[in-house]
């Protein structure tokens, strides 16, 4: 039998994409007030990969990534998940349509985990109606990418700010160890 240790804790980051500036901002401060300071950030871009949103939640969307300074337990990405969904849905427009998409995940030395409610062959089921997947794989000093993918994490923009996080999150881990 295997020695049961505990992981350490990993660097929560999330995904936003938006229609709406405000909403946005508001969003970011309910983030804030939840988790504590956000410490890194790709600024929102034109989100024009994919025509999935788009009759949701309109066109011209844009996203942005955050991270969080405080580390969190990766036990509670599906409870974090469900918190994200309450803010979509605290802005969400008068015929139910979403105005604001949150997805939180984490980053490990080895890998981010994306939160979601979808269920597919390479999820695994967490809790409450949330699943979790690999979506980028981290090397020395690279990302893998998995079929499963999204563009928009393919971009280098992202993968190096990802990069970047990880490199700092692990000095982190090392100066505290």
Do not use: C
């Not at 350490?8 to 969003?27: G, H, N, P, R």
């Not at 008068?94 to 030395?109: L, V």
């Amino acid at each position: 039998m295997g020695k049961i240790k505990l992981p350490a804790k990993a660097k929560l980051f999330f995904a936003i994409l938006y229609s709406d500036e405000t909403v946005y901002s508001q969003a970011l401060k309910n983030l804030t007030e939840k988790f504590g300071e956000m410490d890194e950030e790709v600024p929102p871009f034109r989100f024009d990969l994919t025509g999935y949103y788009e009759k949701e939640m309109g066109v011209g969307l844009e996203k942005g990534f955050v991270t969080a300074k405080e580390l969190v337990d990766k036990s509670t990405l599906a409870e974090i998940k469900l918190y994200t969904n309450s803010i979509e849905e605290r802005y969400q427009r008068e015929d139910g349509n979403r105005r604001i998409n949150i997805d939180p995940g984490y980053i490990t030395p080895s890998k981010l985990v994306l939160a979601t409610t979808k269920n597919y062959q390479h999820r695994i089921y967490l809790r409450g109606g949330i699943f979790a997947e690999i979506t980028l794989n981290f090397k020395k000093d690279h990302v893998e990418f998995n079929p499963w993918t999204y563009p928009d994490y393919k971009l280098k923009t992202t993968t190096d700010f990802f990069l970047r996080v990880r490199n700092k999150y692990m000095k982190s881990l090392r100066r505290d160890s």
